[in-house]
């Protein structure tokens, strides 16, 4: 790989990183602003039973969170040219039981005028 090539890659590996840290707080803190910002116009989220649009996940969003403390683990970053895929295992504390939660995910941003946005996410958890 040249050092162009490289060079750009490792940004984008850093925002990808920071961008998939700023999905994972907006959701634990309804942050629908944030979300507004990381969410292409055409975005699309698949949880069990569920498919939302833009519009409708950040209704889904602005709404209390069932839960807490929403964390990332083993995050996997795959840059294909102007896309990339986050998968991720997710963990946290459903409020109503305080039972312990898991959940895997995978959302694809694709870079569009210079910045990279999300355009579909899909999450496989339970309670959703």
Not at 91 to 119: F, I, P
Request: net charge negative; proline share 3%; with cysteine.
């Amino acid at each position: 790989m040249n050092d162009t090539k490289t060079k750009q890659s490792t940004e984008d590996l850093a925002i990808l990183e920071q961008l998939n840290n700023d999905y994972v707080h907006s959701d634990q803190f309804n942050d629908v602003q944030r979300f507004s910002e990381l969410l292409a116009e055409d975005f699309v989220v698949q949880t069990p039973g569920v498919t939302r649009n833009r519009a409708e996940f950040l209704e889904y969003i602005a709404k209390p969170r069932p839960f807490e403390d929403l964390a990332a683990h083993d995050v996997k970053i795959r840059i294909l040219s102007d896309v990339a895929l986050i998968h991720a295992r997710a963990t946290y504390t459903m409020l109503a039981d305080g039972s312990a939660q898991e959940a895997l995910y995978t959302d694809t941003y694709q870079k569009r005028d210079g910045g990279w946005v999300c355009v579909s996410a899909c999450a496989i958890a339970p309670g959703t």
